[in-house]
């Protein structure tokens, strides 16, 4: 495993009697992509304030890993200023042109001046803003703003990223375009932290998720590892043209029998009462398996080979969202009753 780069010991910042972040415990790994997952007021942007000093830990602290190889107090530390990049929350800039913002953000940084230019023109055109290049911030839609944001977080180049919610106000184009981006940061070997309250946004770049709800980490681990706590995995056939009423409850049966080796003879009856279900308005099956990679396989075969003349699949994937947004809900729900109180603000 790679070295810890930043690490939480029992972090926490309160507000009054208010406990927003409530001691936290987690480390990030170089080259991991980390995401913090959680609803409104539960303690992320505190988190990520803190770790870009505009917020100091009432107790606890914040390690990072500096030049010289050592974990270090990040309060007691001046010059990690160019290790870390951040985008927080929504960003506003001053109504300077898109190369005056970022040529002003790289000085800040003290980037090497006669490398700035062509820094600058290297993630233009990475984030598709080269012809806006010498606009007005003003005239940017808030897509091309945030693009513009996550750019600024980039420009100095640092090993270090955090993006408070990067997806914010995106419509759906932008918000792939913004996950293309961050895997475009892991293949470059950037560590990337990522706060978000958009599950299926974060599970489809992050190595690992952290999921906090009260100012607690109730969760980090792989989508997959956390799929696991409620021992249910599921699969979605979408079939080429939908099933007959009439022979519906025959054909279930005759499913059960043949996939009986592979399903989940312990289904938590909260989720279901019976391992496959038909959805007539999606056209689909909801099989739940015993998590296996080879039942996987041994299921696809038998309804390929043993169905072909009772329906055609078109489409058959294991979603990782239902899984996550299933966890994450019982795992709210317990930690809501162990802490009985609701609440009422803070992020």
Same mark, same amino acid.
């Given at each position: 495993m790679s070295e810890v780069v930043l690490k939480f010991e029992k972090l926490t910042k309160k507000f009054g009697n208010f406990t927003a972040v409530n001691g936290i415990n987690l480390e990030v790994h170089r080259g991991e992509t980390i995401g913090l997952v959680g609803p409104n007021g539960a303690g992320k942007t505190t988190t990520i304030k803190m770790i870009a000093k505009i917020l100091r830990p009432n107790s606890g602290r914040i390690l990072i890993r500096t030049d010289q190889s050592d974990l270090e107090d990040l309060q007691k530390v001046s010059r990690t200023t160019n290790q870390i990049g951040f985008l927080i929350d929504i960003p506003a800039f001053y109504n300077m042109t898109a190369y005056q913002l970022l040529r002003y953000f790289a000085n800040l940084h003290n980037y090497p001046k006669d490398q700035i230019d062509k820094r600058i023109n290297e993630l233009l055109e990475l984030f598709k803003l080269t012809e806006w290049k010498h606009e007005k911030v003003k005239n940017f839609s808030k897509g091309m703003t945030q693009k513009l944001g996550i750019i600024q977080a980039l420009i100095h180049n640092p090993e270090i990223i955090i993006l408070d919610e990067p997806q #914010? &106000?995106? %419509?759906? =184009?932008?918000?792939?375009? @913004?996950?293309?981006? @961050?895997?475009? =940061?892991? $293949? =470059?070997?950037?560590?990337?932290?990522?706060? $978000?309250?958009?599950?299926?946004? @974060? $599970?489809?770049?992050? %190595?690992?998720?952290? =999921?906090?709800?009260? &100012? $607690?980490? @109730?969760?980090? %681990? #792989?989508?997959e590892n956390l799929a696991h706590i409620l021992k249910t995995s599921e699969l979605n056939c979408v079939l080429l043209e939908p099933l007959k009423p009439s022979e519906l409850e025959s054909l279930l049966k005759k499913l059960t029998e043949k996939l009986h080796p592979y399903l989940d003879h312990d289904l938590d009856p909260k989720i279901s009462m019976i391992p496959i279900k038909y959805f007539p308005e999606q056209q689909g099956l909801k099989i739940f398996y015993d998590g296996q990679n080879k039942s996987k396989g041994e299921i696809l075969k038998i309804l390929i080979k043993e169905f072909e003349n009772d329906f055609t699949v078109i489409s058959f994937t294991q979603p990782k969202t239902s899984q996550l947004e299933r966890v994450y809900t019982e795992m709210v729900k317990n930690n809501k009753l162990n802490n009985g109180v609701v609440r009422k603000n803070g992020n």
């Open positions: #914010t &106000g995106l %419509d759906p =184009l932008a918000r792939v375009e @913004i996950r293309r981006y @961050i895997r475009e =940061l892991q $293949s =470059l070997g950037k560590t990337v932290f990522v706060a $978000s309250h958009m599950l299926y946004e @974060i $599970s489809e770049v992050c %190595d690992k998720i952290a =999921l906090i709800n009260y &100012g $607690s980490i @109730i969760g980090f %681990d #792989t989508v």
